[in-house]
């Protein structure tokens, strides 16, 4: 699976938009960009995935570059609630090669302010 | 839909017991299994994946004679933690796949394990 980098942390004000960017610049051909996140002393929870278009959702949009190497987790109207750990995973879909396990990074620490 | 439970949610025992932890998924068939370990304020671990009716495959440093993985049926998973020491002390966390070729895996709320 390809490496992603995040920021340790950001801050944002409650109601506006939580940009959370994400660097992967070795992701190959067949490798998906994912985003889950962890809310305190919860299990993570699956926001969004996409591969190269952009994808929108109740929960958030995912923008992806054209040439694939970063991406950014949009959440529109950020709330106290939104306030948790969020991943971003590259991995590829499919049964080939093994049972797709989810390898998690450090992740972004968002913390939504009132 | 795509629920997964743990249970218990949280379990204290004592150094040199066995402890048990059960995932479920309660409203899909998961043919793959995973479990992870979280320490406070780090990042998940992946200890092992399991396919039901086969061995689990356990990653490196993960001792498969200590932290036995049982996935007998579609719909549950049992973690058991055996001759528990202090510094197995963690958060466990369980996350199902969806089938074959499901892309999206789903995780249960976690089992707070202290062991004294």
């Known amino acids: 699976d390809a490496k992603t980098t995040q920021p340790t942390s950001m801050d944002c004000a409650e109601g506006r938009a939580a940009n959370l960017p994400c660097n992967h610049s070795t992701i190959s051909g067949n490798e998906y960009v994912y985003w889950y996140r962890q809310i305190h002393s919860q299990g993570p929870q699956y926001i969004i995935h996409?591969?190269?278009n952009n994808e929108t959702n109740e929960m958030a949009s995912l923008i992806i570059t054209e040439d694939r190497k970063s991406s950014t987790l949009i959440l529109p109207h950020a709330t106290l609630r939104d306030t948790a750990v969020y991943y971003c995973?590259?991995?590829?879909?499919?049964?080939?090669?093994?049972?797709?396990?989810?390898?998690f990074g450090t992740g972004t620490k968002l913390q939504v302010i009132p | 839909g795509a629920v997964v439970s743990q249970h218990p949610s949280r379990v204290i025992c004592k150094s040199g017991t066995s402890v048990k932890i059960e995932c479920r998924s309660l409203d899909f068939q998961a043919t793959t299994m995973f479990w992870y370990r979280q320490f406070p304020k780090k990042s998940l671990m992946l200890m092992a994946t399991s396919n039901e009716g086969s061995k689990a495959t356990y990653e490196q440093g993960v001792e498969k004679d200590k932290f036995l993985i049982n996935h007998a049926s579609l719909t549950l998973s049992t973690l058991t933690v055996t001759s528990a020491h202090p510094e197995d002390s963690s958060f466990y966390i369980c996350?199902?796949?969806?089938?074959?070729?499901?892309?999206?895996?789903?995780f249960g709320p976690g089992t707070r394990l202290t062991v004294t």
């Open positions: 996409g591969l190269k």
């Open positions: 995973i590259v991995r590829a879909w499919g049964n080939s090669g093994g049972y797709q396990k989810v390898t």
């Open positions: 996350s199902a796949r969806r089938g074959q070729g499901a892309y999206e895996q789903y």
